[in-house]
C-alpha cells in the first residue's frame, strides 16, 4: 500500500514557474514508477510525465516535453515536476501516481495508487 500527498499547486500567470511534490509514505515506495497526470474541467485524465525507479528513465508527455521536468529522490519517499514557462492550458488538478509494474505506461488505467490532486491555474 503507498499513500501519495500532493502540494505546491497554485495560481500563477503564463510564463511562470512553479514547482509541485508528491510525498510518498509506505516502504516500499522507492519501488514504485512514479508518474504524474493532470485534469482539466471537462477533459479526460492525461498523461504528463513518469520516472523509473532508479530515476534514471523519465517520459513525457509532448504537450510538456522541455517545459517540464520530473525528478525523485528515494531517500525522501518525493516526487517532483518542475513547470517551467507555463501555459494557460496547463491549467488543470495534477495528480501524482505510483504504478507496481516497471514499464513506463502512459494509460491513467495502469496505475494503481492515486493522490488528491492539487489545483494549478495559470492565468493569461
Known amino acids: 500500500q503507498v499513500q501519495l500527498v500532493e502540494s505546491g499547486g497554485g495560481l500563477v500567470q503564463a510564463g511562470d514557474s512553479l514547482s509541485l511534490s508528491c510525498a510518498a509514505s509506505?516502504?516500499?515506495?522507492?519501488?514504485?514508477?512514479m508518474g504524474w497526470f493532470r485534469q482539466a474541467p471537462g477533459k479526460e485524465r492525461e498523461f504528463v510525465a513518469s520516472i523509473s525507479t532508479s530515476g534514471t528513465s523519465t517520459y513525457y508527455a509532448d504537450s510538456v516535453n522541455g517545459r517540464f521536468t520530473i525528478s525523485r529522490d528515494n531517500a525522501k519517499s518525493t516526487v517532483n515536476l518542475q513547470m517551467n514557462s507555463l501555459k494557460p492550458e496547463d491549467t488543470a488538478v495534477y495528480y501524482c501516481a505510483a504504478r507496481r509494474g516497471l514499464r513506463h505506461m502512459a494509460s491513467a488505467g495502469s496505475y494503481d495508487y492515486w493522490g488528491q490532486g492539487t489545483q494549478v491555474t495559470v492565468s493569461s
Open positions: 509506505g516502504r516500499t515506495a522507492s519501488s514504485y514508477r
